[in-house]
């Protein structure tokens, strides 16, 4: 496995691979690599020959009281995950080489961001789509793999791929969880022993809002202040948003008439945490 740091290296690495005839995979991250990249990559393996995973934590999809500073950060052992995955190439620019100048053109796209994440986080997707834009140009390849974890995230790219014609697929692969259930996620890290078991409940919370729909139930405010019921059993979870969403637009609805995506995002102490779960009236 080779770990490149510059664009030209990675250009020229990929572009072997190409010549002989090779499918590329990309897998972008910011490091901090767990069992749900881990999966991002077995999955790449399987459906390419050539797997890239980008490491770079980029700055401009955190907000200024956010946590980019704390990222965690180890390429170190990212590598060894990496390499133990079968992983082919390791790209991870500092930031001088992704953003040598101040960066004056962005991709953004809209609607799609206003609600969930979008409404909190002002600014995070036009940082997201802007570093995927770039990392799609720099890598070339042919499919793409994100998680269901940060499914407006996968929403918005695919969105963005769609428009600007970007010659690539792009993968949505499902979330990965611990045993209590909750969603995997590098910002786990943060969170103390007692914290992780509070944090279980967020998908207790999922659980409860598929039980009810699985029941006949369809309104969207029984269903949200259900889910606020299961989170309210600890006093150190406080919910930033609940939200059931068209699974096309994310907006808002008031009734589950078929499909719908039930995502929220809570904080426990400092840590933010999202997830989501499909549901669907007609299973
Ligand atoms: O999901 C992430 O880790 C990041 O948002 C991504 C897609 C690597 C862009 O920085």
Redesign the pocket.
Same mark, same amino acid.
């Given at each position: 496995m080779d770990i490149v740091k510059t664009i030209d290296l990675l250009r020229s690495a990929v572009q072997k691979g190409r010549a002989e005839g090779k499918s590329i995979g990309f897998v972008?991250?910011?490091g901090a690599l767990h069992k749900g990249h881990v999966s991002l990559i077995e999955t790449a393996i399987k459906k390419c020959d050539v797997v890239v995973v980008?490491i &770079? %934590?980029?700055p401009t /999809?955190f907000g200024p009281n956010e946590d980019l500073d704390k990222y965690p950060r180890d390429l170190e052992g990212d590598a060894k995950i990496c390499e133990q995955a079968g992983a082919d190439i390791i790209f991870a620019p500092d930031v001088n080489e992704m953003y040598p100048d101040k960066i004056i053109t962005w991709v953004e796209v809209e609607g799609l961001t206003n609600n969930l994440c979008g409404k909190f986080r002002p600014g995070h997707f036009k940082? %997201?789509t802007t %570093?995927?834009a770039k990392?799609f140009n720099i890598v070339c390849p042919d499919t793409a793999f &994100?998680?269901q974890k940060?499914v407006q /995230?996968a929403i918005v790219?695919k969105r963005m791929v769609k428009d600007l014609n970007m010659p690539l697929e792009i993968k949505v692969c499902p979330t990965m969880r611990e045993e209590s259930g909750l969603a995997i996620s590098?910002r786990n890290q943060y969170l103390s022993e007692s914290e992780k078991k509070e944090a279980a409940l967020i998908y207790a919370a999922l659980g409860k809002c598929e039980g009810m729909v699985g029941e006949g139930v369809s309104d969207c405010s029984k269903l949200t202040d259900a889910m606020r019921g299961v989170l309210g059993k600890s006093p150190n979870i406080n919910v930033e948003y609940i939200s059931i969403v068209d699974i096309e637009t994310l907006e808002d609805i008031d009734n589950i008439t078929s499909k719908a995506l039930v995502a929220m995002a809570v904080k426990i102490g400092a840590t933010r945490l999202i997830d989501n779960i499909i549901v669907d009236t007609n299973k």
């Open positions: 972008p991250t910011m980008s &770079f %934590v980029n /999809q940082g %997201v %570093v995927c990392l &994100f998680g940060d /995230q790219i590098s």
